[in-house]
């Protein structure tokens, strides 16, 4: 029996000090809700609590310098909004594999007391969707003992398996608030020469793996001369939308789930929320199903497009972390690198910028900074892409990848690398 409330403090009101809380991310951060917990806890009503979450948008009032004590986040993915407070010691961060968090719930390895989610009204058969966040959600709502829900006229109903039934929330806020939104980037030259780079190796009737940020976007921008793409992925931005309207992606080739478009969240502007809204196309799968690499590999033409902040001159690839900062998360990029590359002519990318920091510094490096985290080893990676062209390390030797890599650096460093790698052994 759901309890509906006329506010959210009075839908959190039954939260009890000590309790550990899954809280949905991306595009469905319940604000509302963590406000009003940050509020509770700020009144010494509660402490010991724990949030659970991915990356979350929104205020992340939970998070504030004064609820430390109070309130500590556990991010299975580090985004903006908590960032600082994982840096400064009051949050901490958990390295996993997107593919394993549903079943840390599930066998209780991480615990949920409560799972705080923003979802669909109930539709004529009393199921309310899980909009456009479905990912680990879906198991946290079946793991949590209560389920505490934000019932929202504007989250979008969503095809797939991202539904649960009214019965299963305890306390609800009914609300009208839009997803959170995500401009589109705004693309250099650097990063549209990068997708135009990937786009040359993605052939007709691929099925695509395509993140979020400038780089995905620079990748869709240079598809749209394709045909018949497919798409699976664990999150899609409005530049899958694109490709959908310009025609490229149809999922006619695909092996399964032919003529879907299968993601676990999305995150764009409100024309991608109105698109993915009831929309039979797409389908919103768990991230065990859309992470799974026995799943990834059955696409053929599998194609996997991350990104990264360094790699070095052996292939090491670091996504997680500058030097002994933490700054993102581990997420589905091993999960997609190996699925494609098990596949039968898949195709696993790592695509980023020759240089950071205003072009002061190469992110083709020598050796990783002290510190920083390896989400793809050098044995997994296989195509590397910059602005400069393509190199490609799977099967070739440490000298080989040494060279590759050196070649596609920015012009400014190479000579650098070249000096480095020779005094490394690497050439």
């Not at 039934?165 to 990068?194: C, D, F, M």
């Not at 990937?198 to 009737?205: K, N, Y």
Request: net charge neutral; glycine share 10%.
């Amino acid at each position: 029996m759901t309890t509906f409330h006329a506010t959210a403090e009075g839908a959190v009101a039954c939260v009890a000090s000590g309790a550990r809380i899954f809280v949905q991310g991306g595009a469905a951060t319940p604000d509302a809700l963590l406000e009003a917990l940050a509020g509770r806890a700020k009144h010494a009503e509660l402490t010991g609590l724990t949030t659970i979450s991915l990356h979350l948008e929104g205020s992340a009032a939970h998070v504030a310098p004064d609820l430390a004590g109070r309130i500590r986040h556990r991010a299975l993915f580090i985004g903006g909004s908590v960032r600082a407070a994982v840096r400064e010691g009051r949050a901490d961060y958990v390295p996993v594999f997107l593919s394993d968090i549903p079943a840390l719930f599930a066998r209780g390895a991480e615990p949920l007391d409560y799972a705080f989610i923003n979802v669909s009204p109930p539709d004529a058969h009393g199921f309310c969707s899980l909009g456009v966040s479905v990912d680990v959600a879906l198991q946290a709502t079946r793991s949590a003992k209560t389920v505490i829900a934000l019932v929202n006229d504007a989250m979008p109903r969503t095809h797939g398996d991202g539904f649960i039934p009214l019965s299963r929330i305890s306390h609800a806020v009914r609300i009208s608030t839009p997803p959170h939104p995500l401009p589109a980037p705004e693309l250099t030259n650097e990063e549209l020469a990068i997708g135009q780079h990937v786009a040359a190796l993605v052939p007709d009737g691929a099925t695509l793996q395509l993140g979020i940020g400038a780089i995905p976007a620079a990748v869709g921008k240079a598809l749209t001369g394709k045909r018949d793409l497919g798409v699976h992925t664990e999150m899609f931005t409005d530049a899958v939308l694109d490709l959908v309207e310009a025609g490229a992606i149809t999922g006619a080739r695909k092996e399964i789930n032919r003529g879907k478009v299968v993601t676990a969240f999305v995150m764009g502007t409100p024309r991608l929320y109105d698109f993915v809204r009831d929309n039979p196309l797409v389908e919103f799968r768990p991230a065990d199903y859309t992470n799974d690499t026995g799943v990834i590999r059955r696409f053929r033409r599998m194609v996997a497009v991350n990104s990264a902040i360094e790699v070095d001159l052996t292939g090491q690839v670091c996504a997680d972390s500058i030097g002994t900062s933490f700054y993102s998360g581990v997420g589905g990029q091993m999960d997609f690198i190996r699925g494609a590359a098990l596949a039968e002519e898949g195709r696993a990318i790592i695509a980023l910028p020759s240089t950071a920091r205003g072009s002061t510094a190469t992110r083709i490096v020598p050796t990783l900074k002290v510190g920083a985290g390896v989400v793809t080893t050098r044995a997994h990676v296989q195509t590397v892409v910059t602005e400069f062209g393509v190199a490609e390390l799977h099967g070739r030797s440490i000298r080989e990848r040494a060279a590759a890599l050196v070649a596609i650096a920015h012009p400014a460093f190479r000579e650098e690398l070249s000096l480095r790698a020779r005094e490394l052994g690497f050439a």
